[in-house]
């Protein structure tokens, strides 16, 4: 894992962008096509306005996918991570994608695991973008999470942090409204990503940080699982990293 810490939510969303885009530029290059992963949430918000307006892509031979979404949630609502992908990345790009393989939860949620399990695995991942929870989840893998599960998607329960995070980012009024379970990317799958850019900002996420980029790998920080991931870059600002016992 590569720490990289800027000045500014600005300086980190421009610096993760500009390393994401010249990965896909690269698999663009070796292989005429790629395929990535993009997250949400306000970690995500600097970064995508920069990634969507990196030249030089040719965004009509990309796939993408997303990591997770509330099991009922419909586009229509302000919290529904489709509307939040259409809306901040897909209508942005210059040129229709490839395809987007949304995550429709409105459906059977095992069915649609199955559906978007046999579709990913068409499409090994070159890049993926994700950020960390406040209680460390990747995707909604929150603690413990499932390190042994080969399945690309799954079903997940939502812990009490998890669902209080996102209360407190604004996208549902109260923690009754915020849905229990959740389609998500399993770790695994987000592990065989050939690389991963981490944007984790503010310093309600620096407790988080530390155990992901300094504790022991363990499934009650599912993050920290991206320490033994051999392309990873964690994009910090000073808020952020500011718990971190190194110099980076």
């Given at each position: 894992?590569?720490?990289?810490?800027?000045?500014?939510?600005?300086?980190?969303?421009?610096?993760?962008?500009?390393?994401?885009?010249?990965?896909?530029?690269?698999?663009?290059?070796?292989?005429?096509?790629?395929?990535?992963?993009?997250?949400?949430?306000?970690?995500?918000?600097?970064?995508?306005?920069?990634?969507?307006?990196?030249?030089?892509?040719?965004?009509?031979?990309?796939?993408?996918?997303?990591?997770?979404?509330?099991?009922?949630?419909?586009?229509?609502?302000?919290?529904?991570?489709?509307?939040?992908?259409?809306?901040?990345?897909?209508?942005?790009?210059?040129?229709?994608?490839?395809?987007?393989?949304?995550?429709?939860?409105?459906?059977?949620?095992?069915?649609?695991?199955?559906?978007?399990?046999?579709?990913?695995?068409?499409?090994?991942?070159?890049?993926?973008?994700?950020?960390?929870?406040?209680?460390?989840?990747?995707a909604f893998n929150d603690p413990p999470?499932?390190?042994?599960?080969?399945?690309?998607?799954?079903?997940?329960?939502?812990?009490?942090?998890?669902?209080?995070?996102?209360?407190?980012?604004?996208?549902?009024?109260?923690?009754?409204?915020?849905?229990?379970?959740?389609?998500?990317?399993?770790?695994?799958?987000?592990?065989?990503?050939?690389?991963?850019?981490?944007?984790?900002?503010?310093?309600?996420?620096?407790?988080?940080?530390?155990?992901?980029?300094?504790?022991?790998?363990?499934?009650?920080?599912?993050?920290?699982?991206?320490?033994?991931?051999?392309?990873?870059?964690?994009?910090?600002?000073?808020?952020?990293?500011?718990?971190?016992?190194?110099?980076?």
């Amino acid at each position: 894992m590569k720490i990289i810490i800027s000045d500014s939510k600005q300086e980190l969303g421009r610096q993760a962008a500009q390393a994401g885009a010249e990965l896909i530029r690269q698999a663009l290059r070796e292989n005429g096509e790629a395929n990535i992963v993009v997250a949400t949430g306000a970690s995500q918000f600097e970064m995508l306005g920069e990634l969507v307006a990196a030249p030089d892509i040719d965004w009509s031979q990309i796939t993408a996918f997303h990591l997770d979404e509330y099991v009922g949630m419909p586009i229509s609502h302000g919290a529904s991570f489709r509307r939040y992908l259409k809306e901040r990345f897909v209508d942005q790009l210059s040129q229709p994608l490839r395809a987007f393989n949304y995550i429709n939860a409105e459906t059977d949620a095992p069915a649609e695991c199955e559906r978007l399990s046999h579709l990913i695995m068409q499409h090994p991942i070159d890049v993926a973008f994700i950020g960390i929870g406040e209680n460390g989840h990747l995707a909604f893998n929150d603690p413990p999470a499932d390190f042994e599960t080969e399945k690309p998607y799954i079903v997940v329960n939502l812990d009490e942090a998890c669902r209080r995070q996102q209360v407190g980012e604004g996208w549902f009024p109260s923690m009754d409204d915020v849905p229990t379970q959740a389609i998500s990317m399993s770790i695994r799958q987000i592990m065989k990503s050939q690389s991963i850019i981490c944007s984790v900002p503010d310093e309600r996420k620096a407790e988080a940080v530390k155990g992901a980029a300094e504790g022991p790998v363990s499934e009650d920080l599912p993050a920290s699982i991206l320490q033994q991931h051999p392309a990873t870059k964690l994009y910090l600002d000073r808020e952020s990293a500011s718990l971190l016992s190194q110099s980076y």
